[in-house]
């Protein structure tokens, strides 16, 4: 990700925070503090999501909860790191499979996927979160049906919050486009004009270029 990117993320990001705080106070509340579950991806989607986060504060989100990828030790130190930085308890860290990996054949992503869809199952299960908030690995899609799953078999749905990465200047990444057209989140947010006008039911909230 480049610097620039990453400044103009950082500087538009705080323009969602109003909305994304409208949309945790709307969410069903089973408890005192709003728990979110995030999923986090690897390298720049990881930061760029602890950058929306520390935004938020903590009392947006009073219990969080992780997910990663089982390749992805990095991400998972990182949530360890970020909450202690925060003066909390250790977090939980929940590990699930990828539903495809690089490189790998479509035809044999079926069975990754399924097992990708069975783990996250377990880990929104046991969660029941208030909020899922993403901001672009493949590690979230998962996550997110499993989510959309829960309404279908009369279980609360969670608000679901999809960010999209500031290095999607044109389009969205494959991720956005299947949670945007699937119509699986809540909210999409998008960091560039031209992408918001591709897309008209995502929100912009960067700057016109």
Not at 31 to 46: I, K, N, P, Q, Y
Not at 133 to 151: E, K, Y
Request: glycine share 6%; proline share 3%.
């Amino acid at each position: 990700m480049s610097t620039r990117a990453l400044i103009l993320y950082l500087a538009c990001v705080n323009v969602a925070l109003w909305t994304t705080r409208n949309l945790l106070r709307r969410a069903p509340r089973r408890r005192d503090a709003v728990r979110a579950l995030v999923v986090l991806g690897s390298g720049g989607h990881t930061s760029e999501m602890f950058s929306l986060l520390r935004r938020l504060g903590d009392d947006a989100c009073g219990e969080r909860a992780y997910v990663v990828a089982r390749t992805d030790a990095h991400s998972r130190m990182k949530a360890e790191t970020f909450e202690r930085s925060r003066g909390r308890a250790m977090p939980r860290v929940h590990a699930i499979s990828r539903a495809r990996e690089v490189g790998q054949s479509w035809t044999s992503s079926a069975a990754s996927a399924t097992r990708a869809l069975a783990d996250a199952a377990v880990v929104v299960v046991r969660e029941r979160p208030d909020v899922v908030i993403c901001n672009g690995p493949g590690t979230c899609v998962p996550v997110v049906l499993v989510a959309m799953m829960m309404r279908a078999v009369g279980w609360e749905r969670p608000t679901t919050v999809f960010v999209e990465s500031a290095c999607r200047a044109r389009t969205l990444s494959l991720t956005g486009k299947i949670l945007y057209h699937g119509r699986c989140v809540d909210a999409v947010f998008v960091m560039w004009e031209r992408v918001a006008e591709m897309y008209p039911r995502a929100t912009f909230i960067g700057r016109a270029v």
